[in-house]
T-cell receptor, first 113, second 113 residues
Framework: NAGVTQTPKFRVLKTGQSMTLLCAQD?????MYWYRQDPGMGLRLIHY???????AKGEVPDGYNVSRLKKQNFLLGLESAAPSQTSVYFC????????????FGPGTRLTVL | GDSVTQMEGPVTLSEEAFLTINCTYT??????LFWYVQYPGEGLQLLLK?????DKGSNKGFEATYRKETTSFHLEKGSVQVSDSAVYFC????????????FGSGTRLSIRP
């Protein structure tokens, strides 16, 4: 049982390049989330999904797109990376019946030059 | 809207010192309250929770009591260890669907041997 995994762990992009971050969970959770973590700002929700085939915007969605084609996977895309998107990205998942515990992946550190 | 405010860090203590990290919240009703911990290089994980007023959550020697009258959920530990060095996040569920969680900005704790 691997829990929540994220790939890649690190990535450096040039401004304007695109990339996709992959999140996978093996706990059969319905809900999945993408956050970014910046110094002094805690975690901010980018997008989330309440089930396969559904996505919704969070607090800071601009410049990102997501897809949930399979229940276990939640992809975060950057179509044209900007330096302001330099951050650590975390994926999380949660049971529908739970009101508290989100399970987090180890994070992806992204630098945009 | 609902929000969480926690003391700013960093907090540096010597081993075996007493720890308090303050957290206050603003919320509609009486939501569950959580403390999450993020160890270096890892994602967040739930440390403890309390689901109603006067409840005390505890785990790994940490405690926090849900105080309705002061809208607080301060984290305490009687004797910290070097291994407690981490970032601590106070959090509560968003008053919306999809089980979203509102996180505080995090408090970095460093313990000196």
């Amino acid at each position: 049982n691997a829990g929540v995994t994220q790939t890649p762990k690190f990535r450096v992009l040039k401004t304007g390049q695109s990339m996709t971050l992959l999140c996978a969970q093996d706990m059969n959770h319905e809900y999945m989330y993408w956050y970014r973590q910046d110094p002094g700002m805690g975690l901010r929700l980018i997008h989330y999904s309440v089930g396969e085939g559904t996505t919704a915007k969070g607090e800071v969605p601009d410049g990102y797109n997501v897809s949930r084609l399979k229940k276990q996977n939640f992809l975060l895309g950057l179509e044209s990376a900007a330096p302001s998107q330099t951050s650590v990205y975390f994926c999380a998942s949660q049971q529908v019946t739970s009101t508290d515990t989100q399970y987090f992946g180890p994070g992806t550190r992204l630098t945009v030059l | 809207g609902d929000s969480v405010t926690q003391m700013e860090g960093p907090v540096t203590l010597s081993e075996e010192a007493f720890l308090t990290i303050n957290c206050t919240y603003t919320a509609t009703g009486y939501p569950s309250l959580f403390w999450y911990v993020q160890y270096p290089g890892e994602g967040l994980q739930l440390l403890l929770k309390a689901t109603k007023a006067d409840d005390k959550g505890s785990n790994k020697g940490f405690e926090a009591t849900y105080r309705k009258e002061t809208t607080s959920f301060h984290l305490e530990k009687g004797s910290v260890q070097v291994s407690d060095s981490a970032v601590y996040f106070c959090a509560l569920p968003s008053n919306s669907s999809a089980s979203k969680i509102i996180f505080g900005s995090g408090t970095r704790l460093s313990i000196r041997p």
